[in-house]
Structure formats: structure tokens, C-alpha cells
């Protein structure tokens, strides 16, 4: 697998589907109560890196000394992601190994941060940066996950599929790059974005 390919595993278009999919099946299993914190556990991680990066396109902040600019979207969605789906999938094993998923969930996010830093596209406090916030999100709803519902595999399958597909077309339609770009602009008065170093 190429660099480029490896990298699309934290791209908002893959990883908004795969949390979609993380919802459907909660609701799925009519645990309302964990649907509910998961959704706000990935809308806060999303909104700590929308946030940051809205606010260096629009006013440059950052912290120069360590060469950051904003949170890693790629890093942080991959390892909010990905520890959460792996650990579900594995619910229905020994104790064991959903935790052993949720390890190997923490670890593809890890492995993504150094790619990000080895190609460019994110400096190491960045990309570090970003692997915290998935990862504080992700281990915050492995402990609720812990006492969450199963639904039927059937009903449960066939609502996180669906609910993919959906989110996958929808972001198909999404430009939340240009987005980012005008709400930056629109709250900052400036007339042009500042220019990322590295980005991704």
C-alpha cells in the first residue's frame, strides 16, 4: 500500500462513514445512552481540530517554536475512529481481544502520525498532537462501550452499512477544505487565508 493510499485511513471522507456506521450500530442495539456519547465524543475531536485549523487560516496561530500550526485531522481521525470500530467488532469474542482491537486501533493512528510527519504532510507536533485528541476521544467511549448494548448482527450490519453509504455520498458532495477557508475569513475580516507550511 502506497504512502498516499495509507493516509486516506484518516481522511474525514473514510472516517465520518466509519463513525456513521459506529452510530447506526448503537442505535441498532437501542443504546441511546452510548450512541449519544459517541456522537459527541467525535464531534468534540472533530471540533478541537476544525477549530484550530479555522483559527490559523484566519489569524496564523500557532506555536512556532515547535513548528505547530494546527491539529492533525488525518492523525486525530484515524485514532478516533478506528480503536472504537475495531473494539465493537470484537465485542462478542473473549474478554481479551476487543481490547487487543482497541490496542491495534491505537496503534494504525500511531504508525499514520509518523507517515504524516515522513511525507510532509504534518509536522511531529502536529501529527502527535492530533493521535492525543483521537485518542483521548477513543478511550473515553471504549469505557462506555465496555457496558454497551449488542444489536442482532443482521439489524446491526444492515444499519451501519446503510448508514456508510449515506455518509460516504454525502461527503462525495462536501468541501469542508473551502469551508474552513470562509469561516476563517468571514470571522478574521482578512481577505486571504494564512498559508499552511505542511498541511493534511
Avoid at 147 to 170: D, K, N, V
Wanted: glycine share 10%; charged share 10%; aromatic share 10%.
Amino acid at each position: 500500500m502506497s504512502s498516499t493510499a495509507f493516509l486516506h485511513l484518516g481522511n474525514l471522507v473514510l472516517t465520518l462513514p466509519l463513525a456513521s456506521a459506529i452510530v447506526a450500530w448503537l442505535l441498532a442495539a437501542r443504546d441511546w445512552r452510548a450512541a449519544g456519547y459517541w456522537v459527541l465524543l467525535f464531534a468534540g475531536a472533530l471540533a478541537i481540530v476544525g477549530a484550530s485549523k479555522v483559527a490559523f487560516l484566519g489569524w496564523g496561530t500557532g506555536i512556532p517554536a515547535l513548528r505547530f500550526q494546527a491539529f492533525s485531522g488525518h492523525a486525530a481521525g484515524a485514532t478516533t475512529v478506528f480503536p472504537v470500530l475495531l473494539y465493537l467488532l470484537l465485542q462478542r469474542c473473549p474478554p481479551p481481544l476487543p481490547l487487543a482491537g482497541a490496542a491495534a486501533g491505537l496503534a494504525l493512528g500511531a504508525v499514520l502520525a509518523v507517515v504524516l510527519v515522513v511525507t510532509g504532510e504534518h509536522t511531529a507536533a502536529e501529527a502527535w498532537a492530533g493521535w492525543l485528541v483521537g485518542a483521548t476521544a477513543s478511550g473515553a467511549m471504549i469505557r462506555i462501550a465496555g457496558r454497551a448494548r449488542q444489536p442482532a448482527l443482521p439489524i446491526g450490519l444492515a444499519a451501519s452499512l446503510a448508514a456508510f453509504i449515506a455518509t460516504a455520498w454525502a461527503m462525495q458532495q462536501a468541501q469542508v477544505g473551502y469551508w474552513m477557508i470562509k469561516v476563517a475569513l468571514a470571522l478574521s475580516g482578512n481577505r486571504a487565508p494564512f498559508r499552511w507550511d505542511s498541511c493534511g
